[in-house]
């Protein structure tokens, strides 16, 4: 059974793998908002991130934004075919679209994010 | 500050068509509908129509209109023929106010000059504030027009056949004869209008005021005309990246109150000889000195955008500063305008931009990075 995703109010969506580390990405509703993708400067392995620290960034043809780690913990994988077709984001953000893969401090921080009904509500869209 | 936006009479129609809405210089305006990097390539390759009705347009009528006007402006007016349009500076005696379009228009009935200004909109008020506090009395009037207008600009290389195929035969050849900064009257589907071939692109096309009861309608009839040939309605976000491929200046980031205009490439905006205008001897001056810094392009290989406020360098030795950044569709990688010390403005220099935390290489390269049919 797939673990759901939860997602941070700044429109990362994390998602815990059976070994233990968490899949990060950002969520199809945050790269529509943002269109024209350019250019993302991926997180380096091995940093050591707070919840909420900007760990990233993506610019679109309009502006520059940052990407927030939604937990605590060490960055152990990154993307690096993402910069290069930046397009998957937007075909797949959930799989092909993955940004980068934490080790939680706590894995149990996951659950304090928003879930799906959560997230939906704030960005003011239907449950799919 | 209010939080009132002007709305100009097309905001309904932006809203209705996903137009994301921003407020530009005081106005409710659509940055893009859907994506702009396809906005400013159906611009390109086929046509785009933007709604500029947020410009300021000033209507100056009276008898001495064109001397008052050749009193006051960068370029000069007086034997300017009915239907040009010219370039040129707004100035008082310490800066630059605007820079704007004047156009002398068929003199009225009575054989009474007219002539028009079209502004920015982020110095619209300042403009008509300055303009009136010139007037000589009741020899000129000066009317704010922008209120009861629509601006429509349709650019691109099937522009003046969508918008002439919306007109009787006699006016779709007036249009379809236009040279580029000449402007005719018409009517186009069925609305009295004032076309002039010009625009904000790099490319053909023409810009159209019409009464503000009448620019739905407009709208509606060269978009439905326009979908077939490939036209898209454009934001304000492709209207800057194609104005930035075609090298074109922007008040408030190139160009700015105490900027040298001959530094920025902008002399044809000016005619000095012989003349008198509000700082035409601090122009003067500037021509004769050359410049410290000057306008240049550069190019990146990477699509990251050098933006307005970062520095130009080269090593550890700041050269310059960008003016106005983005990726260039056309182009396929970011490219920047940059006032950059003038020992190190040649083509083909290497310079670093610092984004932030990062160094990107780029090099100096000619204006326009655009030029149709190149």
Known sequence: ?128 | MTNHLSETPLCRWHEAHGGRMVEFAGWRMPVQYASIVEEHLATRQAAGMFDVSHMGRLSIAGPAAITWLESLLTRTVAGIDVGRCRYTLITNDESILDDALVSREADAADGTPRLSLVVNASNRKRVVAWLRSQLPGSSVTLTDTTLDTAMIAVQGPRAVEIVCGLCPVEDAARIGGLAAYTATRAMIAGQPAAVSRTGYTGEDGVEIVVAASGAAALWEAIHSAGLPHGLRACGLGARDTLRLEAGMPLYGHELREDSDPFALGLGLGITLEGRSFPGSDRFRAMQAKPPRQVRVGLVFDSKRTAREGYAVVIGDRQVGAVTSGSFAPTVGTSVAMALVDREIAPPGTAVDVLIRDARQAGRIAPLPFYRRGG
């Open chain 1, 1 to 128: 059974m797939a673990v759901p995703r939860r997602y941070a109010p700044s429109h990362e969506w994390i998602r815990l793998e059976g070994d233990g580390t968490a899949t990060v990405g950002i969520s199809a509703y945050a790269v529509e908002a943002l269109t024209d993708l350019v250019f993302m400067q991926l997180p380096e392995v091995g940093r050591r991130v707070k919840a909420g620290e900007s760990f990233g960034e993506i610019e679109s043809v309009k502006a520059v934004s940052d990407m927030y780690a939604p937990v605590a913990g060490e960055v152990v994988a990154v993307n690096t075919e993402l910069p290069q077709r930046l397009e998957s984001l937007g075909q797949d953000p959930y799989e092909a679209g993955w940004i980068a893969r934490i080790k939680p401090d706590n894995p149990a921080d996951i659950e304090g994010l928003l879930d799906q009904t959560a997230y939906d509500a704030l960005v003011g869209k239907q449950s799919r």
